[in-house]
């Protein structure tokens, strides 16, 4: 079956978390995504948080599927002619290096431009322009420069980040968009375009809620759905609001049976308006669905804390799969706290391909994330991450490099 992205060239010039997301993404939509990496080393990734001596770690593995890997020395004058020849058959070049380092090697937009008029320069930054722009950045630094960490723990506890990585893949996920509508616009404007997605920018973008709570704050003083309603003072800036939930809907993280020695022995309750008798009648509070205390969402609002801590008393009474099973037989939206190694196992994720299974050279069999975006004429096989310089011959030659010419590269180190 055909692919969305089949014929689209990648000259994927990423490295670390964020660049490499981006391209094994346009790679499981069917892109020819061709890694470019520093002669002997190779992305830093491949040796770090390794698990197994001298094999690619799961950190690489996890974050390069479906592509092929060339070593190349572009700083060599024989390694930007490389580089040029890969420019000029390319659709897309993604790269994600400090800031200055690709014109540093001497390819600025400019130049390729002039290499290829056509190309997508696809680009991963900590900062967009501004006082920052020259900062190198990793995830927990964009999580905090884009809000995240702002907003994220408890009133009482310092700023946190969060294991989502929202500073690197979720950065990628929004250069993979850019790069998508690139393309498209190409078709009409037949022309490139440079596409950047900063890091700060991109967390922002998913903190927008916050932003919005920033200018009710401003506005009103307090917001009625934050846990520091109504007993603690609001500051200036948006507070840390624990595990309330974002939106209108009030919610909370709950105990569960076996919470004293299982430290995912939750569940996350939200008591949206609509359920709301339902909810009543399932703990027992039946006196509540009619009592004006709590019959309203705007009067339940002045009581989140004793609602919750009534709930909770329910939810001890279950395992967080017995609540879920009780709760969403009236429709009541709630979710268990899983761990891990419960979603390493939970089947129904498995039979979507969201978990798979991959074989590897030298690794072995591991598991993986798959493609979570799931297209009807575009199906996405998982396959293994490629060795350090796997391609480098079948690339050079698709190229039109002869043989005795790829030898001489070798033995120069230019590959
Ligand atoms: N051949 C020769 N040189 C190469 C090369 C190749 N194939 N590939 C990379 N290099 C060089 C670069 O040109 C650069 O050289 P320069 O410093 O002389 O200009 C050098 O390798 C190092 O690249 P750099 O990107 O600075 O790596 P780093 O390890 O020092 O920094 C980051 C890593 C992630 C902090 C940095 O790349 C960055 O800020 N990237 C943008 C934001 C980002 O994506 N962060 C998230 C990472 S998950």
Redesign the pocket.
């Known amino acids: 079956m055909s692919k969305a992205l089949d014929g689209v060239r990648i000259l994927d010039?990423t490295?670390?978390?964020?660049?490499p997301t981006c391209t094994q993404l346009l790679a499981w939509f069917g892109a020819d995504v061709i890694k470019?990496?520093?002669?002997g080393e190779g992305d830093?990734t491949r040796g770090q948080l390794r698990d197994i001596p001298g094999v690619d770690s799961l950190y690489f593995t996890m974050l390069n599927h479906n592509k092929r890997s060339i070593?190349?020395?572009?700083?060599?004058p024989k390694?930007k002619e490389v580089l040029e020849t890969l420019i000029k058959e390319c659709d897309v070049l993604v790269e994600?290096?400090?800031?200055?380092?690709?014109d540093?090697?001497g390819f600025s937009w400019e130049r390729i431009q002039e290499l290829n008029p056509r190309m997508i320069v696809a680009s991963?930054?900590?900062f967009g322009p501004g006082k920052y722009e020259d900062?190198?950045?990793?995830?927990n630094v964009?999580q905090c420069a884009g809000g995240a960490a702002s907003t994220t723990g408890f009133d009482d506890g310092p700023p946190m980040v969060t294991g989502a990585q929202i500073?690197?893949s979720g950065?990628g996920l929004h250069l993979a968009l850019g790069i998508v509508s690139a393309l498209y616009q190409r078709h009409a404007s037949g022309r490139g375009q440079k596409v950047l997605a900063p890091?700060q920018d991109a967390v922002l973008n998913l903190c927008r809620v916050k932003l919005r709570d920033q200018q009710r704050l401003e506005r009103v003083g307090s917001m009625q759905e934050y846990p520091q309603y109504p007993d603690s003072k609001f500051g200036e800036a948006v507070p840390r609001a624990g595990n309330a939930s974002g939106g209108g809907q009030p919610g909370s993280i709950l105990k569960c049976k076996g919470w004293e020695t299982d430290p995912n022995a939750y569940i996350y309750f939200i008591t949206q308006g609509a359920v709301w008798p339902a909810v009543c009648k399932v703990i027992g509070e039946e006196g509540w669905i009619t009592d004006d205390a709590y019959a309203t969402p705007a009067a339940r609002l002045l009581h989140l804390k004793p609602i919750f801590a009534r709930i909770e008393q329910w939810t001890m009474t279950k395992t967080k799969f017995e609540a879920m099973d009780i709760l969403n037989q009236y429709d009541i939206p709630c979710g268990p706290i899983l761990s891990m190694k419960e979603i390493a196992e939970e089947p129904s994720l498995r039979e979507t391909g969201t978990i798979v299974e991959v074989d590897h050279p030298t690794r072995g069999k591991y598991l993986t994330v798959g493609n979570p975006i799931k297209m009807s004429d575009s199906p996405t096989e998982v396959t293994r991450s490629p060795l350090l310089g796997e391609h480098t011959e079948e690339v050079l030659a698709q190229l039109g490099y002869g043989k005795d010419y790829i030898a001489l590269l070798r033995e120069e180190k230019v590959i």
Do not use: I
Not at 15 to 19: A, M, N, R
């Open positions: 010039f490295h670390v978390q964020s660049g470019v990496e520093r002669a830093a070593t190349l020395d572009t700083k060599n390694g994600n290096f400090a800031p200055g380092a690709l540093r090697m991963v930054k900590g900062c190198k950045v990793y995830e964009a500073g690197d950065t890091m």
